[in-house]
């Protein structure tokens, strides 16, 4: 047992506490972007969910990283989730991961070595369940517990999945259920129970497996995993980088059914506010949403789900590849039309 909860660090938690969209677009359109080498097929240009350089005709490596503070109070879960979450990235590209290395602060005056230890073992469980090493890292002393990883992958150049290349009339399904914010600013105040923290749990140690196998899959034109800017945000980050617009159905989402109770009941992010804040002058709601609704398009997902746009007669392959990885919950819920950039719901 650890003496102290974890998120008592955490001025928000996962990719709750990521930078707000505003912000961060602002700080990225200060820094220089440098010459890129040809062999560079993604860059930080489309936003998209880690960088790929190719190595070969037959080869390319991609790479990313990733860490937060702590989501949940349990060290293992807290390694777990922050890994999971990290090697998402590869399979939202694509790839197949074959390494990693440990990114690790921790306050050494308030955690005990044991507790860090269960971290890090939370975190190993997850590489071993992917099929990966971690082969290195690097560790500091900090105020706030920050774990994750960088991860790197193999992808066959011609099959990377980007996150900009969308084309209207495409159909979109999601792999994973929403919620997973609600659920954690409901942990934060006492109020989640056990079956809601396995909700939790179940979801964000998911592994996303099925990226690779969708790679393979003709109709399937662009990816990319939901996580700290919610659905609506990346969604949006998907119709920039195609110059489309989205339609979204509500009633079609995914959504853990605890975490939309909690929802009704008021219960969110702060980071589900500076999101809508950041991007939802380019939402439309139709007159049926309700603002908890609205809090669920918005809510910081730490390891979510793959969001796929796809050609309509390839819905049919996607799904299969969701459900032969267990992804039972995956689901189409809107499609992509001609027209400047924006998201409605309806």
């Known amino acids: 047992m650890t003496a102290v909860r974890l998120t008592e660090f955490s001025h928000g938690g996962g990719c709750g506490c990521k930078i707000a969209p505003a912000v961060l677009s602002d700080i990225l359109a200060r820094s220089p972007i440098g010459v890129m080498p040809p062999e560079l097929l993604v860059g930080n240009a489309s936003s998209d969910d880690a960088a790929v350089y190719r190595l ?33 990235d590869i399979y939202a590209m694509g790839a197949t991961p074959i390494m990693a290395l440990a990114i690790v602060g921790m306050p050494l005056d308030k955690l005990a070595p044991e507790v860090i230890g269960q971290i890090l073992e939370g975190g190993a469980s997850v590489c071993r369940e992917a099929g990966i090493p971690i082969a290195g890292g690097h560790s500091i002393d900090v105020l706030e517990p920050i774990y994750g990883l960088v991860a790197l992958g193999i992808v066959h150049p011609d099959h990377i999945l980007r996150n900009d290349t969308a084309r209207a009339g495409d159909m979109l399904m999601l792999g994973k259920p ?30 996303n497996t099925p990226g690779p196998t969708l790679a393979g899959i003709d109709g399937v034109h662009a990816v990319t995993d939901v996580t700290g800017f919610g659905l609506a945000g990346h969604l949006l980050e998907m119709c920039r980088g195609a110059s489309v617009a989205a339609e979204v159905v509500f009633a079609d989402l995914p959504i853990i059914d605890t975490a939309a109770a909690f929802a009704r009941d008021g219960v969110a992010t702060g980071a589900s506010r500076r999101n809508w804040a950041g991007y939802g002058g380019d939402v439309v709601l139709g007159e049926g949403v309700a603002d908890w609704q609205r809090v669920l398009l918005t809510d910081p997902q730490t390891s979510g789900g793959l969001l796929v746009a796809c050609d309509p007669s390839a819905v049919d392959a996607v799904q299969a590849a969701f459900r032969a990885e267990g992804f039972d919950q995956s689901a189409v819920i809107g499609r992509l039309a001609a027209g400047a950039p924006a998201l409605r719901v309806g």
Do not use: E, W
Not at 62 to 85: E, K, Q, S
């Open 178 to 207: 929403l919620g997973v914010g609600v659920l954690s600013a409901a942990l934060k105040k006492g109020q989640l129970d056990a079956a809601g923290y396995a909700q939790m749990i179940a979801t964000t140690t998911r592994l």
């Open 56 to 88: 070969n005709d037959q080869q390319a490596i991609v790479a990313t990283t990733d860490f937060f503070t702590p989501i949940v109070d349990d060290p293992t879960d807290f390694g777990r989730i922050a890994a999971t979450n990290a090697i998402s």
